[in-house]
Nanobody
Framework: QVQLVESGGGLVQAGESLRLSCAASGSIFSINAMGWYRQAPGKQREWVASITRPGSPNYADSVKGRFTISRDNAKNTVSLQMNSLKPEDTAVYYC???????????????WGQGTQVTVSS
């Protein structure tokens, strides 16, 4: 089975930084795009950042200039460096990846279970 596991969440004060990581494991033939989403209590899940297989990033306007997404294709990992954190960044952050499990199969979306990020004012 394929699994995505996030790590690095925690409690920080406004203005501080956190780095989230996500590792994919299992029956993986290849990984296409990877990304991060977040969901605050009582709100719907929103897209935060994504990165293509070659490494081209895209960001939501709310985090542009503060967050940096990166990936290591050799290790099947994606990271999110979060700087200048704000209370409104508080949410559960989810890792997402398009994964192909065999050469005869197409890409399918997989999700991690999430990691909590809390930013106090």
């Amino acid at each position: 089975q394929v699994q995505l596991v996030e790590s690095g969440g925690g409690l920080v004060q406004a203005g501080e930084s956190l780095r989230l990581s996500c590792a994919a494991s299992g029956s993986i033939f290849s990984i296409n795009a990877m990304g991060w989403y977040r969901q605050a209590p009582g709100k719907q899940r929103e897209w935060v950042a994504s990165i293509t297989r070659p490494g081209s990033p895209n960001y939501a306007d709310s985090v542009k200039g503060r967050f940096t997404i990166s990936r290591d294709n050799a290790k099947n990992t994606v990271s999110l460096q979060m700087n200048s954190l704000k209370p409104e960044d508080t949410a559960v952050y989810y890792c997402n990846a398009g994964i192909r499990i065999a050469i005869t199969r197409g890409f399918t979306d997989y999700w991690g279970q999430g990691t909590q990020v809390t930013v106090s004012s």
